[in-house]
């Protein structure tokens, strides 16, 4: 597949990402793609479902295996802004992904920190994809939540600066 076929499928993901941006959801989105046409399109929703598995990943997966009918993603290609985490990875392999592609890195809770592939064996995977633009949405995302995050409280009145919420920029790597 050429590359600017990768690219524009990633943009689509992109759009999904932005979405989660407008719900104050941690900006990650994913397409899945089967003979070139989006069966599948989510963003991450974990703060509107209160769902902590409410991923991109998971819910594209759901919608495009609902779309085909059977449990199985072999021809299609599941894109994702960001390396998906061990959970997304393993669900990724439950369904047998015929591709990931996937943008910026997961330093932190990407799944490529785990010892053997939670992927289907027969996956093939591109990462670094818009890395720029996936993992750029992201550390926006974190820098304004930073800024209206007020400082944790101390006691003694000492002047502490806030602690960065979870999964702030230094975890994304841009390739
Ligand atoms: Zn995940």
């Not at 007020?150 to 920029?169: A, C, L, N, R």
Request: a neutral charge; one cysteine or more; charged letters at 20%.
């Amino acid at each position: 597949m050429p590359e600017n076929k990768d690219e524009h499928f990633m943009r689509a993901a992109l759009e999904e990402a932005m979405k989660a941006v407008d719900k104050q959801e941690v900006p990650i989105g994913a397409v899945v793609v089967c003979n070139d046409i989006i069966i599948g399109r989510a963003h991450n929703l974990t703060e509107t479902l209160n769902d902590p598995t409410a991923h991109a990943e998971m819910q594209a997966i759901t919608a495009a295996t609902g779309w085909l009918g059977g449990k199985y993603l072999i021809d299609c290609t599941v894109y994702v802004t960001i390396e998906p985490c061990a959970m997304c990875a393993g669900a990724l392999g439950w369904s047998q992904a015929g591709r990931l592609v996937y943008g910026a890195g997961d330093i932190k809770k990407g799944y490529t920190l785990i010892n053997g592939s939670l992927l289907h064996p027969k996956t093939v995977v591109k990462s670094g994809v818009l890395a720029r633009e996936c993992g750029g949405l992201l550390t926006k995302f974190f820098k304004s939540k930073r800024k209206i995050t007020p400082p944790v409280p101390t006691k003694g009145g000492s002047d502490m600066p806030p602690v960065p919420p979870e999964g702030g920029s230094e975890d994304i790597k841009l390739f």
